[in-house]
């Protein structure tokens, strides 16, 4: 199926729960998500938000104590339905996902070289030969100095840097349609992280690859996403273009991440983290999952969970009062007194 109107990947009332000895951890709830072709969307959230295992259970990479409910179709096919083999399949021609610690994709007694060839020898059927020369020329486009040398050597040779770069090289080597990045610069120095997100953008926008970039830190998607996604307590809270999520984010939590990215133009005091804990997944919040940390709180955000609404054209956010707390996101400070009467 390629026409324009099916999204590339949809989830809908899409839910991953664990079980443990100490009862059900509800890790991800009634997820609708999609992702467009070329689309670039950056899922953000604290820790144990949901972000990964999201994504994991698409590419059916979950533990064994999990389940899953719901659908998650790419182009059209329910991934949860097919076979391991039909899933295989689809994960080394169509969908290629690049985490944080390189070496768990690459092969430490293997040479760059072969790494790189072998995925196109199995997934497109190519000749060693063109699979060697195909695997230098994108040696060379993901930025690799030196890549005839760098080709022959092993994956230990190489800087981290260099390593993730060998990494995004093999997940595009096979032109996929879609690129899942969970946390692909967190291991690496501010300096390499930039540029490796610049490459990822030049990249996957040359060849039309649509990317999910997952991460803990608000502050890297501004340059390259799209859209964002905001996600809390396996849930997505709020979606909005990029743009508008930090010059106006219409969700207390989007606000409060906001908030607690360190900025360069801002004083180190003007950073906050967000207050109190995340929710015990085994036991969520009644109401709105974020109601016990949020300080415009009121009984309706106590007993009714907010739904996921569009609020206006191309944004939606699971929140009884959006965007009360607008203004202080960016200007930083107590919140006027009309924000706490709304
Ligand atoms: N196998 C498992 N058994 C039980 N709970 C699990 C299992 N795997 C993940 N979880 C829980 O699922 C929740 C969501 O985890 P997930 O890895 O998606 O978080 P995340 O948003 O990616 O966080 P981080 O930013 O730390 O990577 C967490 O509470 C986590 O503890
Ligand atoms: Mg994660």
């Known amino acids: 199926m390629s026409d324009t109107t099916t999204p590339l990947l949809a989830l809908s009332d899409y839910a991953i729960r664990f079980s443990t000895p100490d009862g059900t951890v509800k890790a991800v709830n009634g997820l ?19 972000k990964s295992q999201t994504f994991n259970g698409v590419f059916g ?17 329910d991934l949860l339905k097919l076979s391991p083999r039909e899933l295989d399949a689809v994960r080394g021609a169509d969908m290629a996902m690049v985490f944080q610690d390189p ?16 995925t196109l020898k199995v997934h497109k059927g190519l000749k060693r030969r063109e699979a060697e020369a195909q695997a230098l020329a994108m040696l060379k486009k993901v930025g690799i100095p030196e890549a005839e040398r760098r080709i022959e050597q092993y994956p230990h040779q190489l800087s981290g840097g260099m ?12 032109r996929p349609k879609l690129i899942v990045a969970d946390e692909p610069t967190t291991a690496l120095d501010v300096t390499i992280q930039a540029q490796i997100l610049d490459l990822f953008r030049d990249l996957t926008s040359d060849a039309g690859t649509a990317l999910v970039l997952i991460t803990h830190d608000l502050g890297v998607v501004a340059g390259v996403a799209d859209k964002v996604v905001v996600m809390y307590a396996g849930r997505i809270v709020e979606e909005a273009p990029v743009e508008a999520l930090f010059t106006r984010p219409a969700m207390p939590y989007t606000a409060a991440l906001i908030r607690s990215i360190p900025r360069v ?58 965007f009360v707390d607008a ?16």
């Open 61 to 77: 990479l979950l533990a064994g104590n999990a389940e899953t409910a719901g659908e998650a179709r790419f182009e059209g096919r």
């Open 265 to 322: 133009d801002r004083d180190a005091e003007a950073v906050e983290p967000i207050g109190g804990r995340p929710p015990d997944l085994i036991h969520p919040p009644a109401g709105c999952p974020f109601h016990p940390r949020c300080r415009f709180a009121e009984d309706a955000c106590r007993r009714e969970r907010p739904p996921l609404a569009e609020i206006e054209p191309g944004r939606r956010a699971a929140c009884w009062f959006p």
């Open 103 to 118: 070496m768990t994709a690459l092969n430490p007694a293997m040479k760059i070289k072969h790494q790189l060839s072998e």
């Open 32 to 50: 609708d998500l999609s992702v467009g072709r070329g689309e670039t969307v950056a899922v953000v959230g604290e820790s144990g938000s949901g």
């Open 327 to 342: 203004t202080s996101a960016t200007a930083h400070g107590t919140p006027s007194p009309e924000a706490l009467d709304g």
């Open 163 to 174: 390593r993730q770069r060998v990494v995004i090289a093999m997940a595009l080597l096979c």
